[in-house]
Each structure stands twice: as C-alpha cells, then as structure tokens.
Nanobody
Framework: QVELVESGGGLVQAGASLTLSCTAS????????MAWFRQAPGSAREFVAC????????TYAGFAQGRFIVSRDIGKDTFDIQMNNLKPEDTAVYYC??????????????????WGQGTEVTVPS
C-alpha cells in the first residue's frame, strides 16, 4: 500500500512563496502520473498541476501557470510544488496524488487512487 505524505503547509502573507513536499513510501517506480490538487472550504477538489510519467512534462491549471513550479525526484520518489506570489484565493488544503500504473489521465481526481492526508495553506486577505 502506497502512502503519500505531504508537508510544508502553513500561514503566509500574500505575495510570499511556499514549497509543499510529497513523499511516497514505499518507493513506487516510474510509470505513474503525480499530481497536486487543492480544496478550499465549501468547494470541490480542484486540479493544480500534474507531472506526466511518459513525457516527464508538467501540466498546470491556468491559475498555477507562471506562479507554481513542480519538481519530481524519481530516485527519492518525491514530488514538490513551489508556489510563488501566493494570493488569498490560494487558501486551501493541498493534496498530493498518485495515478494508476501506466495511466494517462492527469486532471481528473478520479484517475488518482492514492492520496495524501493534505496540508493546509492559508493566505490571509
């Protein structure tokens, strides 16, 4: 059973940066998409970014493009997201997710069977 553990959340002021980390245990190999989603209070879970195992290319949601950067270390099986110029609307619980082996879907949360417990990010207005 794969366990995903996120860390790095907290309270930051608007305009600041924050890096969230996700570690998978046990080591899970290479042929999986990895993604970050987020869920604000009272809202549905929302796609943030996805690293594709086949191309090693990252897809970002529109709000994340240009502000957020993901990095994937296959050897350590970690998946981080650096979030810059944070805004109050980025306030949410952020979740790391691991896709199915050889899966291609990247933005639908139903395509990800493994999830971390979430880490909370708060950006006061």
């Amino acid at each position: 059973q794969v366990e995903l553990v996120e860390s790095g959340g907290g309270l930051v002021q608007a305009g600041a940066s924050l890096t969230l980390s996700c570690t998978a245990s046990p080591l899970t190999g290479r042929a999986y998409n990895m993604a970050w989603f987020r869920q604000a209070p009272g809202s549905a879970r929302e796609f943030v970014a996805c690293w594709r195992w086949r191309s090693q290319y990252t897809t970002y949601a529109g709000f994340a493009q240009g502000r957020f950067i993901v990095s994937r270390d296959i050897g350590k099986d970690t998946f981080d997201i650096q979030m810059n110029n944070l805004k109050p609307e980025d306030t949410a619980v952020y979740y790391c997710a691991k896709g199915r082996e050889f899966g291609e879907e990247c933005t639908n949360p139903q395509a990800f069977p493994s999830w971390g417990q979430g880490t909370e990010v708060t950006v006061p207005s």
